[in-house]
């Protein structure tokens, strides 16, 4: 338990963290919408995993989460607001809220690569006892687009009491399909994604930290769009890697389900 516990705040820096990056940097569809029309948008998004973890490693078994996010876009490319996260095993179970303002914009006319900075900071639940290093986080994200093939290199770093820099290189697809009504069809945008940061190894009677790759991710996720809403059942398989011989970390997946609405202001 005492493992669990001091292991869990670094996870729920980085599940939260992600939320962002799912939301604002991953979403294809929502950086067109928000690019062809001359409006701004209210973008609001619940999620549930059944399994949590951390650069691939599972944290406790069967550990579910709840994550939910809102936030602002503005037409001309800025955008602010909230995330947060659930533990179903946890006590107090939510802990932590990111607070998040950025801005992206495109940098060629063909709208294909396009740059993200944002600036987020972390609120604690102080009934926790935990220990959380990190209380800051800024983001650069460059993409590229084409058709229905694109890449990502998300870079994090996370500081106040610690400093992490960690990176997330990758590719996806997005396929659109099974049009029905007016403004509803089927959407797959399977992704792999890379993470490389520091992590401590114990190979000697000292240990020390290492920067590497520490996991590989396939996420396939399918979307039903109706309107302005979207459905999604996903699906995470995690290859972990590690260059400390004294840890053995398996092969994980986890079942993902979510729903997001986009609502014009």
């Known amino acids: 338990m005492f493992l669990l516990i001091s292991i869990s705040a670094t996870a729920q820096t980085d599940k939260v963290d992600s939320l962002l990056n799912d939301l604002i940097f991953s979403d294809e569809k929502l950086l067109s919408t928000l690019t062809s029309e001359e409006k701004d948008f209210l973008y609001a998004g619940l999620s549930y995993s059944n399994k949590t973890f ?3 490693r599972e944290i406790g078994t069967n550990l579910a989460n709840v994550s939910g996010s809102i936030y602002y876009f503005n037409k001309h490319g800025f955008y602010g607001g909230a995330s947060g996260m659930w533990y179903d095993q946890l006590s107090p179970g939510y802990t932590t809220t990111m607070l998040t303002v950025g801005y992206g914009l495109y940098l060629d006319k063909n709208k294909r690569f396009r740059a993200n900075g944002s600036y987020s900071r972390f609120i604690y639940n102080t009934d926790s006892t ?4 990190y209380k800051n986080n800024a983001n ?7 058709d229905w093939f694109g890449a990502r290199l998300s870079n994090n770093l996370l500081f106040g009491g610690q400093t992490l820099y960690t990176l997330s290189p990758s590719v996806y697809g997005g396929f659109y399909f099974g049009y029905f009504g007016k403004n509803n069809y089927f959407y797959f945008e399977p992704e792999i994604s890379g993470y490389i940061a520091k992590e401590t190894i114990h190979q000697t009677t000292t240990p020390r ?3 590497g790759l520490l996991n590989v991710q396939m996420f396939a996720p399918l979307s039903i769009n109706l309107g302005n809403l979207e459905l999604q059942l996903g699906y995470t398989i995690n290859f972990p890697f ?7 970390y398996k092969i994980s997946s986890s079942i993902s389900v979510s729903a997001y609405y986009l609502l014009p202001v």
């Open 130 to 133: 935990a220990v959380y290093p």
């Open 209 to 211: 930290d290492v920067y």
């Open 242 to 248: 590690t260059r400390d011989s004294s840890a053995d």
């Open 54 to 56: 951390f650069a691939g």
């Open 140 to 146: 650069i994200t460059l993409s590229y687009r084409k």
